[in-house]
C-alpha cells in the first residue's frame, strides 16, 4: 500500500487539508495536470480546505500499479514538488 493511502470500496483514497480554499484549488490543479500527462484521472472533491483523492483503474475495476504511482506523484504535488511547487498539505486522518 502506498503510504498515507487507504484502499476503500476499490479506490486509493486520500485527504489532503490546506491552509484555504485557494491553496487547495491550486493543489487540485497541479494533481489535475500530472493525470492529464499520465492520461490518468483520479475522482476529486473538494471541499473550502479539504481535497480528498481516489484512484482506481476503471478499466480493470481495481486499483493497479499505476494508481499506486499516481498516488505518489500526488504526495509530491502535496509537499510543494512539481513543476509550479506550491504549498504543503497536511493528511486528514
Known sequence: MTEGWQAIDGALEREFRFADFAEALAFVN??????????????VEVHWNRVKLRWWT??????????????????E???GGGSRGGSSATTAR
Open 30 to 43: 497541479r494533481v489535475g495536470e500530472a493525470a492529464e500527462a499520465a492520461n490518468h484521472h483520479p475522482d
Open 58 to 75: 476503471h478499466v480493470a475495476n481495481a486499483i493497479t500499479e499505476r494508481d499506486h504511482e499516481m498516488a505518489r506523484r500526488t504526495d
Open 77 to 79: 504535488l502535496a509537499s
